[in-house]
């Protein structure tokens, strides 16, 4: 059966530091991938998605980047942390060709 | 771009009253899904509506599909505490495989 990963479960960053959030899916080839993160009693905001290695789209602009170096891992980073980037990140995948999401457990961030 | 309107935001409830919460999107959609995501944790896949007017049930919950693919529904019956969460409906326009989002209706059930 298909799951995913997703660490660190929470995170406490001072503003200006790196950030580098793992996703890594088990048990399918090929999937795509996404990256979407949830403000406090928000909706979800989709960050940037992947149909391949190598190939990343961005939904909105900022200091936050993705990069997918194998079929399966998929990576949220940043240079330098905002305290805007504080928020529950959380990585999902789809079978392709199909429209229904699975979501990993997330990543609560704190930015401080 | 396409917006996926969601309504109410939130929603209080006593524990065996009903609870509706509505989609609405700007664009004709080929199919909308529904998601709960319990408090502290992460979405988690309810349905997916394909075909116009269609209705599909899930034990008290029911969902709703408009003739024009354009809104849906969540119906719940006699809600329970297990029931507390939020709601999202997500939307597709043909030839796009990313759904988009509406903002989520936070259900709290009083006991």
């Known amino acids: 059966s298909q799951t995913i990963h997703q660490w660190p479960a929470t995170l406490v960053q001072p503003v200006g530091s790196p950030l580098s959030l793992e996703c890594t899916v088990e048990?399918?080839?090929?999937?795509?991938l996404y990256w979407y993160r949830q403000a406090a009693g928000r909706g979800l905001q989709l960050l940037f998605y992947s149909v391949g290695i190598g190939q990343i789209s961005s939904e909105v602009p900022q200091n936050l980047s993705a990069s997918r170096p194998q079929d399966r891992q998929f990576i949220l980073s940043s240079k330098k942390l905002l305290l805007s980037d504080s928020g529950f990140y959380l990585c999902a995948w789809s079978v392709r060709g199909r429209e229904k999401l699975f979501f990993g457990s997330g990543t609560q961030l704190s930015v401080l | 771009g396409q917006q996926v309107m969601q309504i109410p935001q939130y929603q209080h409830v006593q524990e065996g009253e009903d609870f509706t919460t509505y989609c609405n999107s700007s664009?004709?959609?080929?199919?909308i899904q529904w998601y709960k995501q319990r408090p502290g944790g992460h979405p988690v896949f309810l349905i997916q509506l394909v075909k116009s007017g269609e209705v599909k049930k899930q034990k008290r919950l029911t969902f709703q599909f408009g003739e024009a693919k354009k809104n849906s529904s969540l119906h719940i019956t006699a809600t329970q505490t297990t029931d507390v969460g939020t709601y999202f409906c997500?939307?597709?326009?043909?030839?796009?495989?990313?759904?988009?989002f509406g903002r989520g209706t936070s259900l709290i059930v009083h006991p």
């Open positions: 997500a939307g597709q326009t043909g030839g796009s495989y990313i759904p988009t």
């Open positions: 664009t004709t959609l080929s199919n």
């Open positions: 048990g399918t080839s090929n999937p795509n």
